[in-house]
């Protein structure tokens, strides 16, 4: 208790404030005088113990140094509801985050020709332009790294009892910014689907969560996600695994760049990606060597055979 403060308050606010632990000399009193009354108390207890994820109560001293204050100490504040799918996530992406040691892997893929090949898209019919983003040749190039490294289509669950699950399927999960927060549907069997399939699919599934009308069992069983803020923009980021998965593909925008190239600087079209994985079934060179394949899939000569 500091000496150098008179403090005003009746022995009972002094009794109950010792019964919670309070430390008196710390509480600003709000009645006449700056007397403490029981209310003051009862805030400060307010204040300091705020309940843990667990709803038991931290004790004073661990969470002394967290927050001292509260918002509308400052000024006016609005209290609003999270939103609902923003509160389902939640707990996925803590378990994610506080379990699974992430490490980002950062690289550049020159589309240039691939972009080129995608402008020139045309309707076998009709001959019209057709309009197909990135995303679709990000997927088909995906799919075919999971094949080369089927540990990134996996599951480790099951870590206790040393086992992985190795997915033989190719469900690729698209995050899809909603009003109502982020969500995750996965394209079936992307590695059976043409560009133009999965182009419809992702129109389809992103309107239908836009729209509430997803079922919910389209949110399970994938085998890696992309997280492709490439109609937005950025460069580069550090996407959270969507557990049970072990890696995810954060696609930033593509801009024009002067790359040195064959002696001579060029300009290209640079994609930035970042790829979060698992470390404890991948490696720093196995996620290096994936990114390359990515590379490859996506770089000069894959981008035709990829669009079959
Ligand atoms: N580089 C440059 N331009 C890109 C691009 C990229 N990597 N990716 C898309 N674009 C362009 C598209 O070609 C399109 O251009 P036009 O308007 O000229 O046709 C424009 O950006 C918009 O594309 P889009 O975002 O509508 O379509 P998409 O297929 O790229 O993405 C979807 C679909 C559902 C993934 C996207 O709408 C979306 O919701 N993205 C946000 C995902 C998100 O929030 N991730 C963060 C998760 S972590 O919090």
Redesign the pocket.
């Known amino acids: 208790m500091s000496n150098d403060k008179k403090i005003y308050t009746t022995p009972l606010v002094r009794k109950f404030a010792r019964e919670l632990g309070a430390d008196i000399s710390e509480i600003k009193g709000t009645a006449r005088q700056g007397r403490i009354t029981e209310k003051d108390i009862k805030n400060y207890i307010y204040r300091e113990l705020r309940p843990s994820d667990e709803g038991k109560s931290i004790k004073r001293k661990e969470i002394k140094s967290e927050i001292k204050f509260i918002h509308s100490d400052f000024g006016e504040v609005e209290i609003k509801d999270i939103p609902r799918v923003k509160k389902i996530a939640a707990p996925f992406l803590n378990k994610s985050w506080s379990t699974i040691p992430h490490v980002t892997h950062h690289d550049e893929i020159d589309i240039t020709e691939m972009e080129d090949f995608r402008m020139k898209l045309k309707d076998n019919f009709t001959g019209q332009n057709i309009?197909i983003?990135?995303?679709?040749f990000i997927i088909k190039a995906l799919v075919n790294a999971l094949k080369k490294f089927p540990s990134f289509n996996s599951s480790i669950d099951d870590i206790e009892n040393g086992k992985i699950t190795l997915k033989k399927y190719f469900h690729v999960g698209?995050?899809?910014?909603t009003p109502h927060g982020?969500m995750v549907p996965k394209i079936r069997n992307a590695n059976q689907k043409n560009i133009k399939d999965l182009s419809s699919e992702?129109l389809e599934i992103?309107d239908k969560c836009r729209n509430l009308k997803i079922d919910k069992n389209e949110f399970y069983g994938g085998s890696i996600t992309i997280?492709?803020?490439?109609?937005?923009g950025g460069s580069f980021f550090t996407?959270?695994i969507n557990y049970p998965e072990v890696a995810i593909l954060g696609?930033?925008?593509?801009s024009i760049k002067q790359i040195y190239l064959e002696n001579s600087f060029q300009v290209r079209t640079i994609?930035p990606i970042s790829l979060s994985y698992d470390h404890r079934i991948i490696d720093g060179a196995e996620a290096a060597r994936f990114c390359n394949e990515l590379k490859e899939n996506l770089g000069k000569n894959f981008a035709y055979k990829l669009a079959i």
Do not use: Y
Request: a positive charge; aromatic letters at 0%.
């Open positions: 309009k983003t990135p995303l679709v698209i995050a899809v910014d982020l992702i992103s997280s492709s803020l490439g109609g937005i996407p959270i696609v930033s925008r593509s994609l």
